[in-house]
């Protein structure tokens, strides 16, 4: 194969490859080998610096089988192909077929971790929360030394490893108000209506309520934030539902098949770029697992998730610490409350049952 771009170089284009086949690769996962009919290579950068990432050079190689037709077309007219239906979908599915071998790949690696890496995740979760809170209430008291302070935490190993807990979302430009009433489908009950190993034909928008993502009686996550899309991966991929969808009491949604995909993008021409910036952040999330599990499991560094648990409690503990002395320079009834949330929080998540 012939090396068609490698880490650090500029994200000055991207590439239309027809009939042939292309491996994708970034630092510390496996190489993903793909065949296509057409692919689009180069969008994930691209797509995450469309989302706000500050970075202009590849953070993934790709090379290409040396009989291919390889052409290159430039980044604004990448963008703009992505308000064309079928275009559209064909550079978000090679995005789609990207993110499922990662997905493939982070199930194995997870099924390989030992149990006290759940106590850990449980903690690393609650410290990206508690400080991406306090970014928040820092920024609306303006106490400078408090601001510095939720900075620094955000730039901790187990901040990061936090953030990788977290599902990336979508949240985009439909609203109820301006949904297509004949996709609109409202509950009024809670019902499943869609089933694990259905043809995956649409996907959706939630426009109310709550939809829960399960398999095998277990919720696997929740949709509760309107205009967040779900069932995509399937849908780009022409597969089947791997889990089951169920709608909670008073929710709507709105269905887009693709029939009715050219209707939907004349009145939501942004969608599929919205829609591929999502894939292009769960596949850079998905890299980044991938290589911290494997370094976890890997027996070349023993005690990883010891270290990784005894971090999060130190990050906790120093947390709580840093606050209260913050708070007898600056006393200030929010911050107060926020400590005593805080400090709830963390004991209810650190310190054993009592018997």
């Not at 106490?143 to 190993?157: F, N, P, V």
């Not at 109820?176 to 009950?189: D, N, P």
């Not at 939809?211 to 991929?237: M, R, Y």
Request: negative net charge; charged residues 25%.
């Amino acid at each position: 194969m012939d090396k068609l771009y490698s880490f650090g170089d500029p994200i000055d284009s991207c590439y239309v490859l027809e009939n042939s086949s292309f491996s994708f690769q970034c630092k510390d996962t496996p190489s993903y080998t793909l065949s296509a009919p057409r692919s689009y290579l180069g969008t994930f950068e691209l797509l995450l610096a469309e989302s706000g990432a500050s970075r202009d050079t590849r953070i993934s190689e790709v090379s290409i089988d040396t009989t291919s037709k390889c052409a290159p077309i430039s980044n604004n007219f990448t963008l703009k192909l992505l308000e064309d239906s079928d275009e559209g979908m064909a550079i978000n599915k090679t995005l789609a077929q990207l993110l499922e071998q990662t997905n493939k790949t982070l199930r194995d690696l997870h099924r390989g971790l030992p149990h006290e890496w759940n106590s850990c995740q449980r903690k690393t979760k609650l410290f990206f929360e508690l400080t991406n809170s306090l970014s928040l209430l820092s920024n609306e008291l303006g106490i400078g030394h408090l601001i510095s302070l939720a900075r620094d935490y955000t730039q901790t190993d187990t901040y990061h490893v936090g953030k990788l807990v977290e599902p990336v979302r979508m949240v985009s430009s439909i609203s109820a108000t301006r949904a297509i009433e004949t996709g609109t489908i409202r509950f009024e009950s809670e019902q499943v209506f869609c089933h694990c190993g259905h043809d995956a034909d649409s996907m959706y928008f939630l426009l109310e309520g709550k939809i829960f993502v399960s398999s095998s009686e277990h919720t696997i996550a929740s949709i509760d934030t309107p205009g967040e899309c779900f069932g995509e991966l399937a849908f780009f991929l022409d597969g089947t539902r791997t889990a089951d969808l169920v709608a909670t009491a008073r929710s709507a949604i709105l269905r887009v098949t693709k029939e009715s995909l050219p209707a939907f993008l004349a009145d939501h021409p942004d969608m599929l770029l919205h829609i591929g910036k999502t894939l292009a952040k769960r596949l850079e999330q998905n890299t980044q697992k991938i290589a911290l599990y494997s370094k976890l499991s890997s027996p070349e560094t023993p005690g990883s998730i010891d270290k990784c648990h005894n971090d999060a409690q130190s990050a906790l503990a120093n947390l709580l610490n840093d606050l209260r002395k913050v708070i007898r320079i600056s006393f200030n009834d929010r911050l107060m409350n926020f400590i005593r949330e805080a400090t709830v929080k963390i004991k209810a998540i650190t310190e054993p049952p009592t018997l």
